[in-house]
């Protein structure tokens, strides 16, 4: 069945470092794939999406892009700042409205 | 504008009695989902509602799990006969429309204790 892999945290990084967090997924289909972040003490709220291959998400300052070929959407931003600590959750959706969620990475950013 | 909201946020229960939780989507929205997440794993997908039908409800855990929404909104989760291994977050949310690319909007969650 479906299913998505994200790297296990937690990541700590310090302030201003480039952040990656990996996520592959398995799909027998076509799926759509979003990153997921929940900040401290809130709930989940989406970060950014793609919806077919090669199209890039980007949002804040992050990016993922939708890899067919390695089945991937790993998330980087380029400059994290203590803000971004948050639990980053990637998720695709298989086009029958069932939505399979990863694990939850979560980051720590230092000053 | 009002977000998604649930009740109650915490709940603790004994083995073996019976628990609703209710979950109030963003107005206008005609899909409504409902995840659980226990201690240190993913969501797990329980169930969506388009409208006030459940076109699949194979996500159920057991058949102690059952869930209905009405007027095409509140939607309640009903868990019978509570075991220890439901104790989890019960989150819920909602889209404006179903389908693969919606954004859903997230709830705060449920957190269930079953002693």
């Known amino acids: 069945g479906d299913s998505v892999t994200q790297m296990e945290g937690p990541v700590t990084l310090s302030e201003e470092a480039f952040l990656t967090i990996n996520c592959t997924y398995t799909?027998?289909?076509?799926?759509?794939l979003f990153w997921y972040v929940q900040y401290p003490g809130e709930g989940l709220q989406l970060l950014l999406k793609?919806?077919?291959?090669?199209d890039k998400g980007s949002n804040k300052g992050f990016e993922a892009t939708y890899r067919k070929e390695t089945t991937s959407f790993h998330l980087e931003k380029g400059s994290v700042q203590v803000s971004d600590s948050a639990v980053y959750f990637c998720a695709l959706s298989d086009g029958f409205n069932k939505f399979y969620f990863g694990s939850g990475t979560k980051l720590n950013v230092k000053p | 504008g009002a977000g998604v909201s649930q009740s109650p946020s915490n709940k603790v229960t004994e083995k073996g009695k019976d628990v609703e939780l209710r979950c109030d989507p963003i107005s206008g929205h005609t899909a409504l989902y409902w995840y659980r997440q226990s201690l240190g794993q993913g969501l797990e997908f329980l169930i969506y509602?388009?409208?006030?039908?459940?076109?699949?409800k194979s996500g159920l855990p057991s058949d102690r799990f059952s869930a209905e929404r009405t007027g095409g909104s509140v939607s309640t989760l009903t868990i019978q006969r509570t075991q220890q291994e439901d104790s989890a977050v019960y989150l819920c949310?909602?889209?404006?429309?179903?389908?693969?690319?919606?954004?859903?909007?997230f709830g705060p969650g449920t957190r269930l204790l079953v002693l």
């Open positions: 509602f388009q409208g006030n039908s459940a076109p699949d």
């Open positions: 799909a027998t289909g076509y799926p759509s």
């Open positions: 793609a919806t077919k291959a090669d």
């Open positions: 949310a909602s889209s404006l429309f179903s389908g693969s690319s919606e954004t859903q909007y």
